[in-house]
């Protein structure tokens, strides 16, 4: 085992939790590389009672002071930028540059943060003569960001830099299949002067998850994952009376016209939906060809072809994802679409153990086919033919996820068509990954997102923190009394 075993990080130090562990393979040669250990609801109270004892002290301090810590973070996170991609690509497999790129975003997450103080600050007014009504912003309390497994270092950095530095102390639950990168994350706020008990890390999996869902020592819970476990995950946190926030799964469509820019679209298409191994929630899954649009077809083709498993290409998660992914093809296939590139049973010379899937693109796909409506999740394209943008704006609308949606045209009023009507929470106009940067916010619509606001930037704001509004009256002296 490459890494000693994985245990949970509660005020400052390593416990085991008592539900036995898990291995942790590495997906790039499905090796052992360590091991996870398990949290009850017992291992989750501990972490709580750290938490809830922390966040006295840690909620009383200047936010200005708060901020300082998350200054030295960032810098953390430069330092040991090397290490951190290097453990990102180890235990999720994707490419080292597709790593490194992922820490350089929890730094821009992290610098967001840093703003806080200029941006979040209270309201004061007076409202009438002698009354000033002022709005201060009170951290939330205890709360929990459980994460998924395709972005192990800057997805809980969605969540961490923001609700500390507003005040609340975290417990992060990683996905089990990626439990190393949380830990590092842990002793890197550590090392930048986070005091014991602000941050701490429960691993484990269903039963950790529920635990956090009834702890009624948390107050707000995030999640990112798929859709069907945050449903289960909102329905189930909100019922005990916990603010929620949970992010789901996607299908995003790109919708592509003859006239959009034959290069730039065919290269940022291929970039879409083989990026991470197709393992993002910002991923092209559905390409709506309007009209006549081989040429663009035939390019996408070529950049498919330049993607090499092993070199360009990571891997994805794990054998099951391996079988899902290639048993859709397969299934698509059967029912008459046209596989143009196929990546089916790749293998990696060296990396023989790995879980690779070759790019592929797969044309005369139909809406109402399982690989059509379902999220493949892997670096796979569909084709869907149409006549116009209508349709296609039909069989976008079709579709129950609702996170992103892309158009690629030079027309400016086709453009600004689709974008309005599109049902997305982040639309891409000549984009392929349409992720909105800080201080923009991120969240999807539909069943891709459960809750109010967005769980990044500016609309996060509200998300970690509570208002109190104060009223007041000073002086006696203008003679005005009507407010009692
Ligand atoms: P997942 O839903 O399987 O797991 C997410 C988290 O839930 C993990 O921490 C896991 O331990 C926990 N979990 C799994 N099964 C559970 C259960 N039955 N009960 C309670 N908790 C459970 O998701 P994943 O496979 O880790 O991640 C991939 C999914 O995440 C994809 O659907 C992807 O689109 C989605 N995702 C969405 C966004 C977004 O912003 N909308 C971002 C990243 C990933």
Known sequence: MKYPAVENFVAG???KGSGGSLDVNSPIDGSKISEVTLSNYSDLDKAVSAARTAFESWSATPIKERTQVLFRYRALLEKNMKELSELVSEENGKTLSEAQAEVEKSMELTEFACSMPQIASGEILEVSKGVECR??????????????????NMVPNWTIPNALVLGNTMILKPSELVPLSANRLAELLKEAGLPDGVFNVVHGAKETVEAICDHPG??????VGSTKIAKLVYIR???????????????NHLLVFPDAHVEMTASNVAASMS?????????????IAVGSVDHIIDELCKEAIKIIPGVNLGSVISKAAKERIEGYITEAEKEGAKVLVDGRNSVVKGKENG???????IDNVRPEMRIAKEEVFGPVIVIIRTDNVDEALKIQHSSHYGNASSVFTQSGGIARYVSEKASAGMIGV????PVPREPFSFGGWNESRFGVGDITGKSSIEF???????????????KVNWMS
């Open 13 to 15: 130090k390593y416990i």
């Open 430 to 433: 000549n984009i392929g990954v």
């Open 135 to 152: 709005v201060e912003r009170y951290p939330v309390g205890v709360v929990a960001s459980i994460a998924p497994f395709n972005f192990p």
């Open 355 to 361: 879980f690779y899937v070759g790019p592929t693109v």
């Open 237 to 251: 946190a909100s019922s005990n009376l916990k603010r929620v926030l949970t992010l789901g799964g996607a299908k």
């Open 275 to 287: 990026g991470c191994a197709g393992q993002r929630c910002m991923a092209a899954a559905s390409m």
């Open 464 to 478: 970690w923190t509570k208002l109190k509004k104060i009223t007041t009256k000073w002086n006696p002296e203008s």
């Open 218 to 223: 948390i107050d707000t819970v995030s999640f």
